[in-house]
């Protein structure tokens, strides 16, 4: 069924009318009067709606019930990713949303090479959100997870640090695995953060156990900065019973 | 430390020469004699050689010492993967790759939109076991994983079923879970196949049945045909203690 994502306050009556991409959306997907779509405020509680009238350029809907969603995962996990050069960090964004992140966080770090400027930035998180948009409504999602971006590691830190677990993985952690740090623990929420494309200074991996990181191991493989993050995020699902 | 595979045979002598895409690769590097590298027979047994001349267009190498890979998943995980389009099956073999998988088999289901013919399967071959080659070398791994195509479905069943565990992730599937088809069985190889962008047919996932698959969820998030075995192999890849 196909699934749009409005502002909350669009939920509060009993009609609604698509506008801007949904409006684009609903037309290519040539939606008929009477047919049910999902309609979703983006933070967790989505409602069925049945195409009620379509005139040029307008799908209005009428809200027949609406719930929780049942998509989202028990655990909060946010990913924190260094910068990444090319289309990473939109890959990332993309299956970390698909996989079930609760929010997508950006920061630098010495080694990124990609060090985008205060416009580009902005212009990043614009199309970097509307992809986790169009990637939760794909998969089903009842929640868009909020792209962040940070102006610095340390503050990546601090915030990440706030979460019941926070997990470093770093390629030259041999000893501690991830799942020693979740086992015979209960969290609601978890922080896990990957290098870029050159890894984490040594220094930078002190500074995250020095703000009550666990430094964890992803395998005897080197994962490359764009697979780091969802391998992680992929076990922590598993881990937490979600497949 | 610079990774090259070679034929098995060219590691039964104490010397050896790089050619080809090992050479060019060793030129991009700018190895000096005296540097350390490893070579791998791409089966697991991995030795560290000293450059000992250059030449040009030639460079030798001294083995020193010889070892099984330490970097190989104690588990053979086989990913099957339906044909899918564009890049897909592209970055489904780098990943697995990087992330452990044993071998990568493509072959083709009801609702493929990607239908090669044999001439474009060859070469398609081709050009994806180069990139397991290239996935193996710099993700450290002692082993490249075979592509291998099949011309049907249930020739990949078949296969697959041969392993101690066969598990088909389905999106209609909820109640079985990943976990549950692993805990409390031992395995030393598994298969974990997943459908094409448009899904597998019921009639498909029934075959499975039949063949002895285990038909399982990933979640309650749809998640697209190139992300589905990533997390699948992930997360065997924790369970069973990678990470």
Same mark, same amino acid.
């Given at each position: 069924?196909?699934?749009?994502f ?34 979703c405020?983006g ?18 809907? !009428? ?6 969603? /049942? ?18 960090? /939109? ?6 949303t ?10 630098? !770090?010495?080694? &990124? ?19 986790a948009v169009s990637a939760a409504e794909q998969s089903?999602r009842?929640l868009v997870p909020?792209?962040?971006? +940070?102006?610095? $590691? ?18 030259? /952690?041999?000893?501690? !695995? ?14 896990? +953060? ?5 890894? +984490? ?16 191991? +992803? ?5 490359? &900065? /764009? !697979? ?9 699902? $598993? ?5």
């Amino acid at each position: 069924m196909a699934r749009f994502f409005v502002d909350a306050r669009e939920l509060n009556s009993d009609t609604l009318t698509l506008t801007g991409s949904n409006l684009e959306h609903a037309m290519v997907l040539r939606l008929k009067v009477g047919e049910e779509v999902i309609v979703c405020d983006g933070q967790g509680r989505e409602c069925k709606c049945v195409v009620s009238d379509i005139a040029p350029g307008k799908f209005s809907l !009428t809200v027949k019930s609406c719930q929780v969603s /049942e998509a989202e995962a028990a655990v909060k996990a946010s990913v924190y990713m260094a910068f990444s050069k090319g289309d990473k960090p /939109e890959h990332v964004i993309q299956k970390a949303t698909e996989l079930g992140a609760y929010e997508i966080v950006a920061f630098p !770090t010495e080694r &990124c090479v990609s060090r985008p400027d205060e416009k580009s930035l902005k212009k990043k998180l614009e199309r970097w959100q509307k992809i986790a948009v169009s990637a939760a409504e794909q998969s089903g999602r009842g929640l868009v997870p909020q792209v962040i971006i +940070l102006n610095s $590691y340390p503050e990546a830190l601090k915030r990440a640090a706030q979460a019941d677990l926070a997990i470093l993985f770093y390629e030259n /952690e041999q000893a501690n !695995t991830l799942k020693a740090a979740l086992s015979n623990v209960k969290f609601q929420t978890i922080s896990l +953060l990957t290098g870029p494309e050159g890894g +984490l200074e040594c220094r930078e991996v002190e500074q995250a156990v020095q703000a009550g990181f666990h430094i964890c191991t +992803l395998g005897k493989r080197i994962l490359r &900065c /764009e !697979t780091a993050p969802l391998c992680a995020l992929s076990a922590v699902m $598993y881990h937490t019973g979600e497949f």
